[in-house]
């Protein structure tokens, strides 16, 4: 799909605008493309999921947690205990994941973003109903069932053991609804929910995005400074967009405008702050990837509210982070930096930011190059940080 709301004009100095360009020019890809392109690989999938039955964090506990049954809980990544004080609070090794920390509640969060999107791709592709139902039987479980929903917050996660119950960073967890709100709103054609279902479902999503906005945690996520900063704002677009909340978008779009790209992005194309961690590579497209989920979500018709195209004062849009990367993408090998201290060897992936900036910008490289890629990571710590696989949902149009 070609989306005439989101061109960085670079015809200008022909004068030709974008949308008289476009009325001319045919997309580089369309949603048949797409279909076309990942028919086999999501019916597989979808083939499998149609046994998986839900599983949601009641079905599991810690007692290292300090939330209840429904509550989310996770551990910090990269803390591990102390050699120095066995049994005292834990310390940090950034870019080494412990193994031992618990991890089930994300999983099972990991778990529903793969198997929401890719039935939804299923039904989209087929129109066959039971693909919908199974889909709808997922979210049930999660946001509308009393006995197995998870609360709308996540004030447990992320703890450190000894340190802190549960930190705002813990908001970044939540990445992995982003797509199954896409497909959500995909589903609501598909006519699987009452509408007593379908309005439950946008509660839940309104009272977590009321609870990001507003809780300490959440505060603290928002004012982040590197890719936890934009994985807050890619989330609230996302529940923005699902339940309606026209403030909390456009509170997005000034975010992006006033604290996400003028902070991180750098002159020559690259995310210092990503570039100083112990896995630039990963968290270098990891961030390219979110950034471009919010300009994907949060464009608007309006030139004004056409995130690609906003511009820094020394005239620099995203679009200079996309051309930055894209030669690392294309061959690794070239890549001036440290190697990342943890699965280097499973990177590159088929990055959404490639295609939705092809899109964007109608550049046929990025495209071209997207193309190439290997759509589905098997490593799960890079699953965890590549929240978007089902990219007929995103070039396929949802019903306003």
């Not at 960085?8 to 974008?18: Q, Y």
């Not at 947690?65 to 591990?80: I, K, M, N, V």
């Not at 929903?149 to 609804?177: C, K, V």
């Amino acid at each position: 799909m070609m989306n005439r709301r989101r061109f960085c004009v670079t015809a200008a100095a022909a004068g030709v605008s974008a949308r008289n360009l476009l009325a001319k020019d045919a997309p580089l890809i369309t949603a048949a493309d797409v279909a076309r392109i990942d028919r086999v690989r999501i019916l597989d999938a979808a083939g499998k999921y149609l046994a998986e039955q839900p599983i949601t964090v009641t079905a599991y506990s810690s007692p290292r947690s300090h939330g209840g049954r429904h509550d989310y809980f996770s551990e910090g990544d990269y803390w591990w205990p102390n050699p120095k004080d066995p049994g005292g609070p834990y310390i940090r090794r950034d870019g080494y994941s412990n193994p031992e920390n618990f991890n089930s509640d994300r999983e099972a969060l990991i778990r529903l973003s793969l198997i929401v999107p890719a039935l939804t791709a299923a039904w989209l592709i087929t129109r066959n109903k039971r693909y919908a139902l199974h889909a709808a039987q997922h979210l049930r479980a999660w946001f509308l069932n009393p006995a197995t929903l998870m609360n709308p917050s996540l004030t447990y996660a992320q703890a450190i053991y000894g340190i802190t119950p549960g930190r705002g960073i813990g908001i970044i967890d939540t990445l992995h609804l982003i797509e199954v709100t896409r497909a959500a709103r995909h589903l609501e054609r598909a006519g699987v929910f009452t509408p007593k279902e379908a309005s439950g479902l946008k509660d839940w999503f309104a009272a977590y995005l009321d609870w990001m906005r507003t809780s300490k945690n959440g505060k603290e996520e928002e004012a982040a400074k590197n890719n936890h900063g934009c994985c807050w704002v890619a989330q609230a677009a996302a529940f923005a967009a699902f339940t309606g909340n026209r403030d909390a978008m456009e509170f997005c779009r000034a975010r992006y405008r006033a604290a996400l790209l003028p902070t991180q992005l750098a002159p020559n194309g690259s995310f210092p702050l990503e570039l100083s961690r112990t896995k630039p590579y990963s968290y270098s497209l990891f961030n390219l990837d979110v950034l471009a989920i919010v300009c994907q979500i949060a464009s608007d018709g309006d030139a004004e509210d056409d995130l690609w195209q906003f511009r820094l004062t020394d005239g620099d849009c995203y679009k200079k982070a996309v051309d930055f990367m894209y030669p690392y993408i294309k061959d690794k090998s070239k890549w001036p930096y440290k190697p990342d201290v943890e699965y280097f060897d499973d990177l590159p992936n088929r990055q959404p930011s490639l295609l939705f900036a092809g899109l964007a910008y109608r550049e046929p490289k990025y495209i071209a190059l997207w193309r190439t890629l290997r759509p589905d990571p098997k490593t799960a710590e890079i699953i965890r940080n590549f929240p978007v696989r089902q990219p007929l949902l995103w070039v396929t149009p949802v019903r306003a």
